[in-house]
């Protein structure tokens, strides 16, 4: 049971994060949130709100990467129309109401110890995509420019249609990034 707690916990931090960034999710609003009783917090969490903000951005990159890696085997531009898909289908299903929790955390912490933290999240991010995109196609010194460009892109896409609440930024971004992907693979016409 306490486990469960504790994992509770950090799951709802990263959606509280995901929708409100780092000052919306306070220790009142996970307990709120998950309705985990107010004395689980020191208890799961003795170093305070950093070190479940910390969890929370390693869980959130955690499936992140698990998803990544599911992609293993596939062309370069089927790995990056997935990476947007993903992207896509939170903003939608959530009404453009949930972002990154990691961006979330990245944009207002004000901890060295956390920044370091989602810093770890994006670097394994861009390299594990660059290493399966050069596997689905692009050349070893295309990989690590493509992969942070994947990233960025779709980061910023997902903050504009978050602001304009409409989809039609992301979309715009993503067929100019899966455009490019295309050109390098050699492959500018053929879809999935």
């Known amino acids: 049971m306490a486990k469960d707690t504790r994992q509770q ?7 509280l994060l995901a929708r ?3 000052q919306q999710t306070s220790f009142a609003t996970v307990l709120e949130h998950t309705g985990a009783p107010r004395g689980s917090i020191y208890h799961h969490f003795p170093e305070g709100k950093d070190q479940l903000v910390s969890e929370a951005v390693a869980a959130s990159g955690a499936r992140s990467i698990a998803m990544i890696r599911a992609w293993q085997g596939e062309r370069a531009e089927v790995i990056a129309q997935r990476f947007f898909a993903a992207w896509r289908l939170l903003l939608t299903s959530t009404n453009f109401s949930a972002g990154c929790a990691v961006v979330a955390v ?4 004000e901890s060295t110890d956390v920044l ?3 810093a770890d999240v994006f670097r ?3 390299e594990e995509l660059s290493s399966l995109l050069v596997e689905g196609g692009l050349s070893e010194a295309q ?3 493509t992969a942070a ?3 960025a892109a779709a980061e910023g896409a997902v903050v504009m249609s978050r602001a304009e609440q409409r ?3 992301f979309d715009l971004v993503s067929a100019e990034i899966l455009a490019r992907i295309a050109s390098l693979t050699g492959s500018e016409g053929g879809d999935e």
Do not use: F, N, Y
């Not at 916990?9 to 959606?15: A, E, N, P």
């Open 9 to 15: 916990m950090i799951d709802g931090t990263v959606h």
């Open 167 to 169: 989809i039609d930024p």
């Open 143 to 145: 990989g690590p420019g």
């Open 20 to 22: 409100g960034g780092l």
């Open 106 to 109: 990245t944009t207002a912490t």
């Open 116 to 118: 370091k933290d989602t």
């Open 124 to 126: 394994t991010w861009r």
């Open 149 to 151: 460009m994947l990233i």
